[in-house]
C-alpha cells in the first residue's frame, strides 16, 4: 500500500499571535482517563496530590447536581448506584435504539419533538444525561486538573479516540470538549499517540503494531511509519473483551471453591461486585508476585483463597489467546506477517499482566515496548501532537475508515465508495445512473458496513438529488464523491455531470453505531460473506427482470398494435411467468424465465425497430434520404 498524498492539515488552526495558553493531551478511556502536557518536547502526565495519572472514568451526582469524578464517584459507586455512572465511552454516538441500559443505570428516551438527535440519554442522579453531558463532567475534571498544574487557563486539547470509532462517536467526543470548554484541535487515534509517545515518528521507516488492552476493551492496530507520518493501516479489536474479564474469572472460581466448602455464594449485586474487586486486588497483585490471596467477603461470611500466577495464567490464558487470535486476522486483513512488524507497542493496564507480554512477544518474535507506563501513554503521545499542532508542526497522522462507506443501488445491494481500512483523509467518488426514463431525482442512501445489502449496514444519511433533466434510463451521469478529512469525518456530494446539478451533505450522524455493532458487523461480513454473494446475485437478477419487464411496459403502451393477438398472448404470458419468479428465490429460475422472455419479445424489437427507422426517415427529401442511407 502506498503512502497517500499529504494535504494540508486543514482544520488546525495556526496559533494567535503572543498566545500562551498551552494544549493538554487528554486520553478519554473507558475505565481511565488522563491528562498530559509536553512542554519544549518534555512530556508529563498530571497527577493527583497523591501521585496518581489515572482518573477513574466514574461520575456521580449529587442532589443538588453537583458532580464528582473519579475516586470519590468510585468509592460511592457500591452504595449508590443510581447516582453513579461508568464506561460511558461505550454509548458516544449511539442512540436509543442502540441501548436500553448501561451499567445497570436505565437509559431514558429523550422526550419527543427535541429535535437534534436521537442520542441515548441515561437516568442518573435523578436526571437524564447525555454521554456527551456526561463525558463533559470527566473533561472538566481533567482541564481543572492542568489548570492547577500549569497555573494558566487551558482551553485547547488533543483527544484521542479508538481508531474505529466512527462519525457519531467522533463528533459526540468533540461535543463533549466543547461544553467542557475545550477546543478540540484533533481527534486522534489511540494507537497513533501511543507510537508518538514512544517517538516512532522519528524511529525507523516500517510497520508498528500497537497492543491495547484496557479494562473493557481489546484494540489492536497496524501503523505504517514513512518519512514521518504515520498511516493506520489497520485495526481490530473486541469491545467486551478486557482487564475485568479477567477479575471475572478469578471471582467465579473463587466463587465455585466458596460452594465447594459448603458456604453460601454471592447473594446479592453487592456481592458479586465485591467478588469482582477482589478479583481485580488479585490480579494486580499477581502481576508482581508470583502468588496471592483472594479474601471474599459476602454477606454470608468471609473466605479467603490462596491463586498462583500459574493458575492465574490457566484462567485467563483462553482470553489472552482471544486477543492473538484478533491480532492475528488483522495482521492477515493487511497481508502482513508478525515478522514485517517492526515494533509492537503495549498500552492499556492489562497489558502488565505478565501472561500478556509473553504471548505478545511470542507472537512476534521480539519483546514488546513497554517501557512507558501502558496506563498513561496515549495521553503523553496526544499531549506532543497538542504541542506539535500549537506550535504549528505540520506533522499530518494518517488513519483508515474503519468500515466501508457507500451507496445503496438498486435492489438494496450496497455500491462502496471508500473500502474498509482506507487512509485519510481521502475523497474518492463512483458514477450511478438512473434507472428509468426521464427520472427527474435520484435519492441516496449513504451507509456504512461490510455486508453486501444496505439493510445489514449501518445507515448514515439520506438525501435527493433533485432536478435532473429528463433522460433515458442510463444517460444520466451521476458522480457521487465521499469526503473523508482527518478527524474521519465524511461529507458526500453528488453532481449529475451533463447538467451539473449538485448537492452536498456533511453526513451528521444519526447518533449512532455502538463499539460492539462495529465490531458485530465485521465479524458478520466475514461469516456471511457467502450468503451475502448469494444475495447480491439474486438482487442483481431481480433488478434485472424488473428492467426488462419496465422495458417491455413502456414498448407495449406505444407499439402494441405491431403483434397479433396470439403473439400478445404468448409475450404477457412469458412476462407473468417472470413475474412469478422474481417473486420467489430462485435466481437461476428468474435468468431462465428472463432470458425466455427476452427471446419472445426479438421479433417486437426488430418490428419496433423497423417502424423506428421508417418513422425517422419519413419527411425527408430523397437527397437527405440517400446522404443517410449512404
Ligand atoms: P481503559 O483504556 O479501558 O480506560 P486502562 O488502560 O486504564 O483502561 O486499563 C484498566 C485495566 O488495567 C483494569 O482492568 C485494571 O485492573 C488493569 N490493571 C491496572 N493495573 C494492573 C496491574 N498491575 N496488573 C494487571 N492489571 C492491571
Ligand atoms: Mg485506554
Not at 448 to 463: H, I, K, N, T
Not at 517 to 527: C, T
Request: hydrophobic content about 45%; glycine content about 10%.
Amino acid at each position: 500500500m502506498t503512502l497517500l498524498e499529504i494535504h494540508e492539515p486543514g482544520e488546525t488552526p495556526l496559533p494567535h499571535a503572543g498566545e500562551e495558553t498551552p494544549a493538554i493531551g487528554v486520553d478519554l478511556g473507558t475505565t481511565n482517563s488522563v491528562v498530559a502536557v509536553a512542554r519544549d518536547g518534555k512530556v508529563e502526565a498530571l497527577r493527583d496530590d497523591h501521585g496518581k495519572a489515572l482518573v477513574p472514568s466514574v461520575v456521580y451526582y449529587a442532589s443538588d447536581g453537583a458532580a464528582a469524578v473519579g475516586s470519590a464517584a468510585q468509592a460511592r459507586q457500591a452504595a449508590e448506584p443510581d447516582r453513579t455512572v461508568s464506561s460511558i465511552k461505550r454509548l458516544m454516538g449511539r442512540g436509543v435504539a442502540d441501548v436500553t441500559e448501561v451499567g445497570g443505570i436505565r437509559a431514558d428516551e429523550v422526550e419527543p419533538g427535541s429535535g437534534v438527535t436521537d442520542m441515548v440519554r441515561l437516568r442518573v442522579g435523578g436526571r437524564a444525561r447525555t454521554p456527551v453531558e456526561i463525558s463533559a463532567d470527566i473533561l472538566r475534571t481533567l482541564r481543572a486538573r492542568a489548570e492547577a498544574a500549569l497555573g494558566k487557563t487551558v482551553e485547547r486539547a488533543v483527544v484521542t479516540v479508538p481508531a474505529y470509532f466512527d462519525d457519531a462517536a467522533r463528533t459526540a467526543t468533540r461535543d463533549a470538549a466543547r461544553l467542557a470548554g475545550l477546543e478540540v484541535l484533533r481527534l486522534v487515534n489511540e494507537p497513533t499517540a501511543a507510537a508518538l509517545a514512544y517517538g516512532l515518528d522519528k524511529a525507523v521507516e516500517g510497520i508498528y503494531a500497537v497492543y491495547d488492552l484496557g479494562g473493557g476493551t481489546f484494540d489492536f492496530s497496524l501503523l505504517r511509519l514513512e518519512k514521518g507520518v504515520f498511516q493506520v493501516l489497520a485495526t481490530g479489536g473486541d469491545a467486551a473483551l478486557g482487564g475485568d474479564d479477567f477479575d471475572h474469572a478469578l471471582a467465579e472460581r473463587a466463587l465455585a471453591e466458596r460452594t465447594a466448602r459448603g458456604l453460601p455464594g454471592a447473594a446479592s449485586a453487592g456481592d458479586a461486585k465485591s467478588a469482582l474487586l477482589a478479583g481485580r486486588q488479585a490480579k494486580e497483585a499477581l502481576t508482581a508476585a508470583e502468588r496471592t490471596e483472594l479474601t471474599l467477603a459476602l454477606d454470608g461470611g468471609t473466605s479467603v483463597h490462596a491463586i498462583d500466577r500459574p493458575a492465574f495464567d490457566g484462567l485467563v490464558a483462553p482470553l489472552v489467546e482471544r486477543t492473538i487470535a484478533i491480532c492475528a486476522r488483522v495482521l492477515a486483513d493487511a497481508a502482513l506477517d508478525p515478522v514485517d512488524v517492526n515494533g509492537v507497542v503495549l498500552v492499556g493496564g492489562s497489558t502488565r499482566v505478565p501472561l500478556v507480554r509473553q504471548r505478545v512477544a511470542v507472537l512476534f518474535g521480539k519483546p514488546p515496548l513497554a517501557d512507558i507506563d501502558p496506563d498513561e501513554v496515549v495521553a503523553l503521545g496526544a499531549a506532543l501532537q497538542a504541542e506539535a499542532l500549537t506550535a504549528g508542526s505540520d506533522t499530518l497522522l494518517l488513519d483508515v475508515t474503519p468500515l466501508s462507506l457507500g451507496i445503496e443501488t438498486m435492489g438494496g445491494i450496497v455500491e462502496k465508495v471508500i473500502p474498509r481500512n482506507t487512509p485519510i483523509p481521502v475523497s474518492l467518488a463512483q458514477e450511478f445512473t438512473t434507472y428509468q426514463d426521464g427520472q427527474g431525482a435520484m435519492a441516496l442512501h449513504v451507509v456504512q458496513g461490510e455486508r453486501e445489502m444496505a439493510a445489514d449496514c449501518r445507515s448514515l444519511a439520506r438525501f435527493e438529488l433533485q432536478g435532473i433533466p429528463p433522460m433515458a434510463a442510463g444517460a444520466a451521469r451521476i458522480r457521487v464523491t465521499f469526503t473523508v478529512d482527518a478527524d474521519g469525518l465524511l461529507t458526500v456530494a453528488a453532481q449529475e455531470k451533463t447538467t451539473g446539478v449538485a448537492q452536498r451533505v456533511e453526513v451528521k450522524p444519526t447518533y449512532g453505531i455502538s463499539e460492539e455493532d462495529m465490531a458485530r458487523m465485521l465479524y458478520d461480513s466475514l461469516e456471511h460473506a457467502e450468503d451475502d454473494m448469494e444475495g447480491r446475485l439474486l438482487v442483481e437478477a431481480r433488478v434485472e427482470a424488473e428492467r426488462l419487464l419496465l422495458a417491455l411496459d413502456a414498448a407495449l403502451a406505444v407499439d402494441a398494435d405491431l403483434l397479433d393477438g396470439a403473439e400478445r398472448t404468448d409475450l404477457d404470458a412469458d412476462a407473468s411467468r417472470l413475474r412469478a419468479a422474481m417473486a420467489d428465490t430462485d435466481r437461476e429460475a428468474i435468468n431462465a424465465a428472463a432470458q425466455a422472455l427476452e427471446a419472445r419479445s426479438k421479433t417486437f424489437a426488430e418490428r419496433r425497430m423497423d417502424r423506428g427507422v421508417r418513422k425517422a426517415l419519413s419527411g425527408l427529401s430523397l437527397d437527405q434520404l440517400e446522404s443517410k442511407v449512404g
